[in-house]
């Protein structure tokens, strides 16, 4: 019987994942960029409307962009791990989750706490 290194199999997998895993990176860099295009939009329309200087909607609508660009950019180190591993890599995958969710914890705080002191006070 062959083994799936013999066979290919172990090949095939890993250059799966790897497209996966590029995919899964231009996704990350796409949201940004919307989000930018959005949040630029939604700022210049907000630059025109008289008495309007307050622009925490657009940092919110933006940070949601942003927290969901850092879990698939998170995701796709993972990816990039997935398939035999060096110490190295894990290492490495080890501190950029740590950052990544670090920066996705404090962005999501960020969110929470501009949208409760948006809300008005319960009657």
């Known amino acids: 019987m062959l083994s799936p290194a013999d066979s290919g199999v172990e090949e095939l997998v890993l250059n799966l994942v790897l497209w996966l895993k590029l995919g899964v990176e231009a996704c990350g860099a796409l949201v940004i960029g919307v989000g930018v295009l959005f949040a630029g939009v939604r ?25 969901l660009a850092l879990e ?20 490495k995958l080890a501190a950029i989750a740590v950052l990544r969710t670090a920066l996705n914890f404090f962005l999501a705080q960020e969110i929470r706490d501009t949208e409760q002191a948006e809300q008005p006070p319960p009657t």
Do not use: E, H
């Not at 210049?44 to 409307?49: A, E, I, S, V």
């Not at 919110?60 to 927290?67: D, N, T, V």
């Open 72 to 91: 698939l950019q998170l995701a796709a180190d993972i990816l990039s791990t997935a398939v035999a591993p060096s110490w190295d890599q894990i290492g």
């Open 43 to 67: 700022y210049l329309q907000r630059c025109f409307q008289p008495g309007m200087t307050q622009y925490n909607a657009v940092r919110l609508s933006f940070a949601r962009f942003l927290a």
